[in-house]
């Protein structure tokens, strides 16, 4: 059972890099989103997709844009990182219907120096 | 603006004892609540939830409580045991878009 997997697990960048985070489930969900979560702020959404074709800013989407490239993938693209971005990423999905839970990948650490 | 606040950074909790955990949040929209633990270097798993119309659901050890007119949940674990040591968060959502989490809790389980 994949679930949602997401590529790449670590990565270093410098500042004004550009890199993208890509996930994909297996799941048939309509939903997916990106969190990034920091030390004592929890979860932040940065940025959802409702269905494919569709996507819409969260708490946090300066910085990022993202791809729903078909109803499976959602990448998270970064085109200028900034130490600010330093965090860990998660990628998750759901049926998109009340009462649905949604599932997260493992996480991704990215480090922008 | 945090619409969904957990208060306590972190908890220590004897093993066999009760564990709660709170979650306050100010968006009366909400309509389903949700549970999740998050242990290190790994992605938050789904615990236990509960929808905007009941005030309690139960799992096993865990149950969610729902005060609507306070705008408060908790989680209770009983009995704790060493297993739940990990990140919990409260998170919640209106019409199963944009969840919304709370900053986590740490709950240790001391022996």
């Known amino acids: 059972n994949a679930g949602v997997t997401q590529t790449p697990k670590f990565q270093v960048l410098k500042t004004g890099q550009s890199m993208t985070l890509q996930c994909a489930q297996d799941m048939n969900h309509n939903s997916m989103y990106w969190y990034r979560q920091d030390p004592g702020m929890g979860l932040r959404l940065i940025y959802y997709s409702a269905s494919e074709g569709t996507t819409d800013k969260g708490e946090v989407p300066n910085g990022y844009n993202v791809s729903r490239l078909n109803k499976r993938e959602f990448s998270l693209r970064l085109e200028s990182a900034a130490p600010s971005q330093t965090s860990v990423y998660f990628c998750a999905s759901s049926a998109g219907v009340t009462g649905n839970t949604i599932y997260f990948g493992e996480g991704s650490w990215l480090t922008v120096v | 603006d945090q619409q969904v606040k957990q208060n306590s950074p972190s908890l220590s909790v004897q093993e066999g004892r009760i564990s709660i955990l709170n979650c306050d949040y100010t968006?009366?929209?909400?309509?389903?609540f949700l549970w999740y633990k998050k242990y290190p270097a790994e992605g938050p798993t789904f615990l236990i939830s509960i929808s905007s119309i009941k005030d309690k659901n139960e799992d096993g050890r865990f149950t969610v409580f729902l005060n609507k007119s306070a705008k408060h949940l908790s989680l209770h674990i009983v009995p704790s045991q060493p297993g739940d040591s990990a990140v919990y968060f409260c998170?919640?959502?209106?019409?199963?878009?944009?969840?919304?989490f709370g900053q986590g809790t740490r709950l240790t389980i001391n022996p």
């Open positions: 968006n009366s929209m909400f309509d389903y």
């Open positions: 998170a919640a959502t209106i019409w199963a878009q944009k969840l919304v």
